[in-house]
């Protein structure tokens, strides 16, 4: 079987190819060892308590990171209780949506606590017992202190060792307690982080298309990313608000029996106004916070997802004021964030001297005096809440956004699934009917559901719609399709017509069940297989895209390929079917991509009902003649098909029935010659053929797809032309750069010198610390957004997924925006701390000092020793997030195809393993803060030791006076030093966000606008002259030519159509012209010489008036469709355009350039999915407007091309024919003869 070869010769996916050399390579560099980590269970599975409170466990691997540079094989596996599938398990048991709760509690935030209730039971235990061992150690330095005056102490023990044990063993459950509250704490928090990803991702697959537009992708996004921070924060943090209140509580208590609970009551009174106040700022910074979250993201979304048109219309300085505007909003409420998060430190940070210093003065006040004894045992006393209190503000602000997001979670978990209006009968129930009652409250629009007698059978494939009242397409918030009532026999051929927006894609949307149903009856019986309007690819290798998930048999997939006319162009591919395909299919040009969801949709293994949305509009005639005899009328004979047409109209006569579109109502239906007879003035045979230029691979999508087709070599490929790629060509989306090591010094001072001030003058001037911070982020922000913008979309774009460049802009700048501060804020303020407590313990006697060098130097190498793993696995971590956000951005853009394919199920899978390998990672990262912590601790008691056993070993020669404070100031350092420490791995944990951002400073980018001399429109061009001088062009320096020595003069005023025939590469040339025009990648060699709301998308940037904008929108036959619309040009378009058609969404485009008025038009299949009647008035509106402007035309269908000057016919990157189409077709030879012939049409030349 030869045809066979281009796809079982094909070498693996280029990507796994290169992966797996790396890591050959990598491995041969490591250590040698029997098995990698990642093959091994995860050992935190079955260690004891002990190691799991010293973080033990994590030991192989922190020394390993020493060793080499950690890769994602040297993690072992996520445990299975911290799996995706056991959190739901544990979840689904006991949530319950819509209840109300006391408190204003939401029902996701209940469930959360009861989910995780244990954990939260051994947090707090663990927390009690840490306020214990402080306590006791309050009490042991009171006796100490005591032991030194010659006093009785509270142990009665005369041997002073005793109390030195007694000291060590409060020290040690102290530091072992808090190690051990945060590691729980920390694990809990990311198990709650990876459920709320989850749970927003299937809530996404199950989301009506009415919610759906509710929640821009950029919202959603935010809440797995942001919102899921948001709730580990909190229960990081939580402890905090356990131990800060309850420590405090006990501070009073015991000072109230030390010294009388009056003095007692005044310092608790100061202390909880304080409290009190910072719990109200906590709030305010809170809500600030959330005024933060969406609006950037949700802008900045849309630029990216946009990116070619903003560069075709060379929107980019427009685009980056637009969200410079937005940045500078965020800029000042993030000041006011950060002067609220000040002020709330800073109270709380004195928090425990005011309550010292009330104390101390009350007690005075009544007493007299206090001997120095009391005095010391009174600031251990209150040094049990001092870190406490300290944290605090962190923690309160941390409980006020979780609460937040907690509500955002739970709106979104609340809104409208999509309805159960079809429900799939499965052999085992043949025979039996199957209904369904459901009813519905109203959604926000109004409308009721009322779905009843809902039954299907395996035993015959046949469709029945009863709908005599509305069904509610909720994917258009202002269409209503009425009326419906129609019967489908099994096995037979139906097709759709109507003009644009009469409602023929929502018709198989009901039928899909992604439409409410208001009254009537829906009862289809059989499974479906479906291709939608706009193809859906994934960024996988075609043959996976065609499997979908089905298991691989040769011979269906060799016939498959045959009868969607593929398999020559997959031997075109440089790998065959194992090519891999971009984000969004974006080396594939729509031909390409339709072909290959109709190989999708007759692969599937088991289906009755076939629902084709019009894809044969993205193909050229014979093509789709092929296309359809093959496969709609041979693979799938036997099924139920039901087929949209904007174009192809010859081949109704060979339906059983066609139905009639107009205004959502089926204004007809019959036989062919029934609707011909009802419809007379139906012209069938002027819109005969297809399209006119050869079934090659081309994109009719919209202008922008083209731009990104060529940079993948669908040109049939020779030997020759393959050689001319690089071993990286192989590859299309680039893995995420990551730099290894520890983050670099000129990151930091990349960092600070954004302030505009120089980063030592930052060191000295802390006082201005935050509003350098807030400075450097906004000037950060705002220049790489620019370099964003500026990076060409073949070298970058085309390579990078959406998702990654998001998850820096939202994640990354987030720890810009809001931890990094923090965390440097933590650093000077505990640093400040430790050396007070350093110096005033070594005041004591210069063996103290002496000792403490050699710990001081254990701190730092242990500190610099666990850096390097704590850098690469934080990464690590960073690296696993972006397949996360990329699944999410893949699913939603590809519902409606995921659902009606049945694959929820698959997905959801798919999604756990990104969600849990990314889990693995952050849980590793925190645990490994914890070993660090645990370490830090112990060296913190063996320092208390060392004081404490001077002190009794020397007993009488120091005064009460400086026993007092070394020994009170050592216990500080239990809590302070290892926060420090902690604090500045944090710090450059942070910076790899930065180092992230700053990723951008090296991308490519397009030639600077400074070397162009900028020319007002309105006098350049002049007549729209365009000559192409032996034009040269790749899209990558390691990807052969497409374009190769091209050259024609176009008059000003001309109009010329560029076509090709089937498998000559045309449709990348003629991507690849429009490109070289637009300057969107530079030429390799050669010249082009040139002569000189809906109101927001056709004038985003006001530059229009409302009645210029209605006029256009009359010419182009869409002004009485809007003014049905209330809303008029005030009209929310939703996300993508998805409330309207694909055919309004191109009359929206044409509208835009109409309105621009330029000199020079471009039309890329600008009417390829509005019906032939709409179209031929656009072409006469086009013809009119465009009368004086030079026109380049991309179109299938010839009756669009015949009126044109000249005709271009592109051949392996050259220009073959040009002249007028009368001279070619005159010439039977002419390729452009063949095309025309191949269409099956008579011109009148």
């Given at each position: 079987?030869?045809?066979?070869?281009?796809?079982?010769?094909?070498?693996?996916?280029?990507?796994?190819?290169?992966?797996?050399?790396?890591?050959?390579?990598?491995?041969?560099?490591?250590?040698?060892?029997?098995?990698?980590?990642?093959?091994?269970?995860?050992?935190?599975?079955?260690?004891?308590?002990?190691?799991?409170?010293?973080?033990?466990?994590?030991?192989?691997?922190?020394?390993?990171?020493?060793?080499?540079?950690?890769?994602?094989?040297?993690?072992?596996?996520?445990?299975?209780?911290?799996?995706?599938?056991?959190?739901?398990?544990?979840?689904?048991?006991?949530?319950?949506?819509?209840?109300?709760?006391?408190?204003?509690?939401?029902?996701?935030?209940?469930?959360?606590?009861?989910?995780?209730?244990?954990?939260?039971?051994?947090?707090?235990?663990?927390?009690?017992?840490?306020?214990?061992?402080?306590?006791?150690?309050?009490?042991?330095?009171?006796?100490?202190?005591?032991?030194?005056?010659?006093?009785?102490?509270?142990?009665?023990?005369?041997?002073?060792?005793?109390?030195?044990?007694?000291?060590?063993?409060?020290?040690?459950?102290?530091?072992s307690s808090l190690t051990y509250v945060f590691f729980v704490s920390s694990r809990t928090g990311a198990n709650m982080r990876s459920l709320v990803m989850d749970l927003v991702y299937q809530k996404s697959l199950r989301l009506s298309c009415v919610a759906r537009q509710q929640y821009s992708t950029g919202e959603v996004l935010t809440l797995m990313s942001v919102d899921a921070e948001r709730v580990f924060t909190v229960m990081m943090e939580s402890p905090w608000l356990v131990v800060g209140p309850v420590s405090f509580v006990i501070s009073v208590v015991l000072i109230g029996f030390l010294f009388d609970f009056t003095s007692a009551a005044g310092g608790?009174?100061?202390?909880?106004?304080?409290?009190?106040?910072?719990?109200?700022?906590?709030?305010?910074?809170?809500?600030?916070?959330?005024?933060?979250?969406?609006?950037?993201?949700?802008?900045?979304?849309?630029?990216?997802?946009?990116?070619?048109?903003?560069?075709?219309?060379?929107?980019?300085?427009?685009?980056?004021?637009?969200?410079?505007?937005?940045?500078?909003?965020?800029?000042?409420?993030?000041?006011?964030?950060?002067?609220?998060?000040?002020?709330?430190?800073?109270?709380?940070?004195?928090?425990?001297?005011?309550?010292?210093?009330?104390?101390?003065?009350?007690?005075?006040?009544?007493?007299?005096?206090?001997?120095?004894?009391?005095?010391?045992?009174?600031?251990?006393?209150?040094?049990?809440?001092?870190?406490?209190?300290?944290?605090?503000?962190?923690?309160?602000?941390?409980?006020?956004?979780?609460?937040?997001?907690?509500?955002?979670?739970?709106?979104?978990?609340?809104?409208?699934?999509?309805?159960?209006?079809?429900?799939?009968?499965?052999?085992?129930?043949?025979?039996?009917?199957?209904?369904?009652?459901?009813?519905?409250?109203?959604?926000?629009?109004?409308?009721?559901?009322?779905?009843?007698?809902?039954?299907?059978?395996?035993?015959?494939?046949?469709?029945?719609?009863?709908?005599?009242?509305?069904?509610?397409?909720?994917?258009?918030?202002?269409?209503?399709?009425?009326?419906?009532?129609?019967?489908?026999?099994?096995?037979?051929?139906?097709?759709?017509?109507?003009?644009?927006?009469?409602?023929?894609?929502?018709?198989?949307?009901?039928?899909?069940?992604?439409?409410?149903?208001?009254?009537?009856?829906?009862?289809?019986?059989?499974?479906?297989?479906?291709?939608?309007?706009?193809?859906?690819?994934?960024?996988?290798?075609?043959?996976?895209?065609?499997?979908?998930?089905?298991?691989?048999?040769?011979?269906?997939?060799?016939?498959?390929?045959?009868?969607?006319?593929?398999?020559?162009?997959?031997?075109?591919?440089?790998?065959?079917?194992?090519?891999?395909?971009?984000?969004?299919?974006?080396?594939?040009?729509?031909?390409?991509?339709?072909?290959?969801?109709?190989?999708?949709?007759?692969?599937?293994?088991?289906?009755?009902?076939?629902?084709?949305?019009?894809?044969?509009?993205?193909?050229?005639?014979?093509?789709?003649?092929?296309?359809?005899?093959k496969c709609i009328m041979g693979l799938a004979k036997s099924k139920t098909r039901i087929l949209v047409l904007n174009s192809h109209y010859d081949l109704i006569n060979r339906a059983d029935k066609v139905l009639v579109m107009r205004d959502g109502t089926i204004a007809g239906d019959g036989t062919y010659e029934e609707v011909m007879a009802m419809f007379p003035e139906l012209d069938m045979t002027q819109t005969a053929s297809g399209n006119s230029d050869g079934a090659g691979w081309h994109s009719n999508h919209d202008p922008t797809q083209d731009k990104q087709a060529p940079v993948k070599t669908s040109v049939p490929a020779t030997g020759a032309q393959?050689?001319?790629?690089?071993?990286?060509?192989?590859?299309?989306?680039?893995?995420?750069?990551?730099?290894?090591?520890?983050?670099?010094?000129?990151?930091?001072?990349?960092?600070?010198?954004?302030?505009?001030?120089?980063?030592?003058?930052?060191?000295?001037?802390?006082?201005?610390?935050?509003?350098?911070?807030?400075?450097?982020?906004?000037?950060?922000?705002?220049?790489?957004?620019?370099?964003?913008?500026?990076?060409?979309?073949?070298?970058?774009?085309?390579?990078?997924?959406?998702?990654?460049?998001?998850?820096?802009?939202?994640?990354?700048?987030?720890?810009?925006?809001?931890?990094?501060?923090?965390?440097?804020?933590?650093?000077?303020?505990?640093?400040?701390?430790?050396?007070?407590?350093?110096?005033?313990?070594?005041?004591?006697?210069?063996?103290?000092?002496?000792?403490?060098?050699?710990?001081?130097?254990?701190?730092?190498?242990?500190?610099?020793?666990?850096?390097?793993?704590?850098?690469?696995?934080?990464?690590?971590?960073?690296?696993?997030?972006?397949?996360?956000?990329?699944?999410?951005?893949?699913?939603?853009?590809?519902?409606?195809?995921?659902?009606?394919?049945?694959?929820?199920?698959?997905?959801?899978?798919?999604?756990?393993?990104?969600?849990?390998?990314?889990?693995?990672?952050?849980?590793?990262?925190?645990?490994?803060?914890?070993?660090?912590?645990?370490?830090?601790?112990?060296?913190?008691?063996?320092?208390?030791?060392?004081?404490?056993?001077?002190?009794?070993?020397?007993?009488?020669?120091?005064?009460?006076?400086?026993?007092?404070?070394?020994?009170?100031?050592?216990?500080?350092?239990?809590?302070?030093?290892?926060?420090?420490?902690?604090?500045?791995?944090?710090?450059?944990?942070?910076?790899?966000?930065?180092?992230?951002?700053?990723?951008?400073?090296?991308?490519?980018?397009?030639?600077?606008?400074?070397?162009?001399?900028?020319?007002?429109?309105?006098?350049?061009?002049?007549?729209?002259?365009?000559?192409?001088?032996?034009?040269?062009?790749?899209?990558?320096?390691?990807?052969?030519?497409?374009?190769?020595?091209?050259?024609?003069?176009?008059?000003?005023?001309?109009?010329?159509?560029?076509?090709?025939?089937?498998?000559?590469?045309?449709?990348?040339?003629?991507?690849?012209?429009?490109?070289?025009?637009?300057?969107?990648?530079?030429?390799?060699?050669?010249?082009?010489?040139?002569?000189?709301?809906?109101?927001?998308?056709?004038?985003?940037?006001?530059?229009?008036?409302?009645?210029?904008?209605?006029?256009?929108?009359?010419?182009?036959?869409?002004?009485?469709?809007?003014?049905?619309?209330?809303?008029?040009?005030?009209?929310?378009?939703?996300?993508?355009?998805?409330?309207?058609?694909?055919?309004?969404?191109?009359?929206?485009?044409?509208?835009?350039?109409?309105?621009?008025?330029?000199?020079?038009?471009?039309?890329?299949?600008?009417?390829?999915?509005?019906?032939?009647?709409?179209?031929?008035?656009?072409?006469?509106?086009?013809?009119?407007?465009?009368?004086?402007?030079?026109?380049?035309?991309?179109?299938?269908?010839?009756?669009?091309?015949?009126?044109?000057?000249?005709?271009?016919?592109?051949?392996?990157?050259?220009?073959?024919?040009?002249?007028?189409?009368?001279?070619?077709?005159?010439?039977?030879?002419?390729?452009?003869?063949?095309?025309?012939?191949?269409?099956?049409?008579?011109?009148?030349?």
């Amino acid at each position: 079987m030869e045809s066979i070869q281009h796809y079982v010769s094909a070498p693996s996916t280029p990507r796994s190819v290169l992966a797996n050399e790396r890591i050959a390579n990598e491995s041969n560099a490591k250590p040698a060892t029997t098995q990698l980590f990642s093959q091994l269970p995860n050992p935190l599975s079955t260690a004891s308590v002990l190691a799991v409170m010293m973080v033990q466990w994590l030991q192989p691997l922190v020394g390993l990171g020493a060793k080499h540079v950690l890769e994602k094989e040297d993690i072992w596996p996520i445990c299975a209780n911290d799996s995706c599938a056991s959190l739901q398990s544990r979840f689904r048991m006991v949530y319950t949506p819509h209840k109300k709760l006391p408190f204003g509690l939401s029902p996701v935030a209940m469930a959360f606590i009861a989910t995780f209730k244990r954990e939260i039971l051994v947090v707090l235990g663990s927390c009690l017992l840490y306020i214990f061992a402080l306590s006791s150690q309050s009490y042991v330095a009171q006796a100490v202190l005591q032991f030194l005056a010659g006093e009785v102490n509270l142990f009665h023990v005369e041997n002073g060792y005793w109390l030195l044990v007694f000291m060590a063993a409060a020290s040690i459950l102290a530091a072992s307690s808090l190690t051990y509250v945060f590691f729980v704490s920390s694990r809990t928090g990311a198990n709650m982080r990876s459920l709320v990803m989850d749970l927003v991702y299937q809530k996404s697959l199950r989301l009506s298309c009415v919610a759906r537009q509710q929640y821009s992708t950029g919202e959603v996004l935010t809440l797995m990313s942001v919102d899921a921070e948001r709730v580990f924060t909190v229960m990081m943090e939580s402890p905090w608000l356990v131990v800060g209140p309850v420590s405090f509580v006990i501070s009073v208590v015991l000072i109230g029996f030390l010294f009388d609970f009056t003095s007692a009551a005044g310092g608790a009174v100061t202390l909880m106004v304080v409290s009190i106040a910072s719990v109200q700022f906590g709030n305010t910074i809170a809500r600030i916070q959330h005024d933060l979250l969406d609006e950037r993201v949700k802008v900045t979304s849309e630029s990216l997802q946009g990116i070619r048109v903003m560069k075709f219309y060379a929107w980019e300085e427009l685009l980056a004021h637009r969200v410079e505007k937005i940045r500078a909003k965020e800029i000042a409420l993030l000041r006011k964030f950060h002067l609220y998060q000040v002020v709330n430190t800073v109270m709380l940070f004195l928090t425990p001297a005011f309550l010292s210093g009330v104390t101390f003065g009350i007690y005075v006040a009544v007493n007299g005096k206090i001997s120095v004894i009391d005095a010391f045992t009174l600031i251990a006393m209150v040094n049990i809440c001092r870190t406490a209190l300290i944290q605090l503000p962190v923690a309160i602000s941390a409980y006020s956004q979780a609460r937040i997001a907690f509500a955002r979670i739970d709106l979104y978990l609340s809104s409208d699934d999509k309805t159960a209006d079809v429900v799939v009968v499965t052999p085992a129930l043949e025979g039996n009917e199957v209904s369904t009652h459901t009813l519905r409250e109203a959604s926000e629009l109004g409308f009721g559901v009322d779905c009843n007698g809902l039954s299907f059978s395996r035993s015959s494939s046949s469709v029945r719609a009863s709908m005599p009242a509305d069904v509610r397409d909720e994917e258009r918030r202002s269409f209503r399709l009425e009326g419906v009532d129609l019967e489908i026999d099994n096995g037979s051929l139906v097709m759709i017509i109507g003009t644009v927006g009469a409602g023929k894609s929502s018709l198989l949307n009901a039928l899909l069940g992604e439409m409410t149903l208001k009254r009537g009856s829906l009862d289809l019986r059989g499974d479906v297989s479906y291709v939608s309007q706009e193809t859906w690819i994934r960024n996988l290798n075609v043959r996976d895209n065609i499997l979908f998930g089905e298991s691989f048999d040769v011979e269906r997939y060799e016939t498959v390929l045959e009868a969607s006319e593929l398999t020559m162009d997959l031997r075109a591919l440089p790998h065959g079917d194992r090519t891999e395909i971009g984000e969004r299919g974006i080396n594939l040009s729509g031909r390409q991509k339709a072909r290959v969801a109709i190989a999708r949709a007759m692969y599937r293994s088991h289906y009755d009902v076939l629902l084709l949305d019009d894809p044969l509009s993205a193909v050229d005639s014979h093509v789709a003649h092929g296309i359809f005899d093959k496969c709609i009328m041979g693979l799938a004979k036997s099924k139920t098909r039901i087929l949209v047409l904007n174009s192809h109209y010859d081949l109704i006569n060979r339906a059983d029935k066609v139905l009639v579109m107009r205004d959502g109502t089926i204004a007809g239906d019959g036989t062919y010659e029934e609707v011909m007879a009802m419809f007379p003035e139906l012209d069938m045979t002027q819109t005969a053929s297809g399209n006119s230029d050869g079934a090659g691979w081309h994109s009719n999508h919209d202008p922008t797809q083209d731009k990104q087709a060529p940079v993948k070599t669908s040109v049939p490929a020779t030997g020759a032309q393959i050689e001319e790629g690089t071993e990286d060509s192989q590859q299309l989306i680039q893995e995420e750069d990551r730099i290894k090591g520890t983050v670099a010094s000129d990151v930091y001072k990349t960092y600070f010198d954004e302030s505009g001030m120089n980063g030592l003058v930052v060191i000295f001037l802390i006082v201005v610390f935050y509003t350098t911070c807030v400075r450097t982020s906004k000037n950060l922000h705002n220049d790489l957004f620019r370099r964003v913008l500026g990076a060409p979309v073949n070298r970058y774009f085309d390579v990078t997924p959406v998702g990654r460049v998001l998850n820096r802009f939202s994640n990354d700048l987030d720890q810009v925006d809001s931890v990094l501060p923090k965390d440097y804020q933590i650093v000077a303020q505990h640093a400040s701390m430790a050396l007070g407590s350093f110096v005033v313990s070594a005041f004591v006697s210069y063996w103290i000092a002496v000792a403490y060098i050699p710990i001081i130097v254990v701190f730092v190498v242990t500190a610099r020793y666990f850096k390097k793993t704590s850098c690469e696995v934080k990464r690590l971590e960073g690296v696993t997030r972006t397949p996360v956000y990329n699944l999410f951005s893949e699913t939603l853009s590809g519902l409606q195809t995921i659902r009606a394919f049945k694959m929820q199920d698959t997905f959801k899978l798919l999604n756990k393993k990104v969600v849990d390998e990314n889990a693995n990672m952050y849980i590793t990262y925190w645990s490994a803060g914890r070993w660090l912590a645990a370490r830090l601790d112990m060296l913190s008691v063996v320092i208390i030791v060392i004081v404490t056993a001077y002190l009794v070993s020397t007993k009488g020669q120091l005064s009460a006076m400086t026993a007092g404070l070394s020994l009170t100031y050592s216990l500080m350092l239990t809590a302070v030093v290892q926060w420090v420490t902690r604090a500045v791995d944090h710090v450059d944990s942070a910076m790899t966000s930065v180092e992230r951002l700053l990723h951008f400073r090296n991308i490519p980018q397009e030639e600077d606008a400074s070397d162009c001399t900028p020319l007002n429109s309105s006098v350049w061009p002049l007549q729209g002259a365009i000559k192409f001088d032996n034009l040269c062009l790749k899209y990558r320096p390691e990807l052969p030519l497409v374009l190769r020595g091209v050259s024609m003069d176009i008059r000003g005023g001309e109009k010329v159509d560029i076509c090709g025939r089937t498998g000559a590469g045309k449709t990348l040339t003629k991507s690849s012209l429009m490109i070289a025009l637009f300057r969107i990648c530079e030429f390799d060699n050669g010249s082009v010489t040139i002569d000189g709301p809906l109101r927001e998308n056709l004038n985003p940037f006001g530059e229009y008036s409302d009645t210029e904008i209605w006029t256009v929108l009359q010419q182009v036959h869409m002004a009485d469709s809007l003014a049905k619309w209330s809303a008029g040009l005030d009209f929310e378009v939703s996300e993508c355009g998805d409330n309207l058609s694909v055919g309004q969404r191109q009359l929206v485009c044409i509208g835009r350039a109409l309105l621009k008025n330029s000199k020079i038009v471009v039309l890329d299949e600008g009417t390829a999915n509005v019906d032939t009647a709409t179209d031929a008035l656009i072409q006469a509106t086009i013809r009119q407007t465009f009368a004086d402007k030079t026109v380049l035309t991309i179109a299938h269908r010839i009756n669009t091309i015949m009126h044109c000057n000249k005709i271009a016919v592109m051949d392996a990157g050259q220009v073959v024919e040009f002249g007028s189409p009368a001279d070619l077709l005159a010439q039977s030879e002419s390729i452009f003869a063949s095309l025309a012939k191949h269409s099956e049409e008579k011109f009148l030349c």
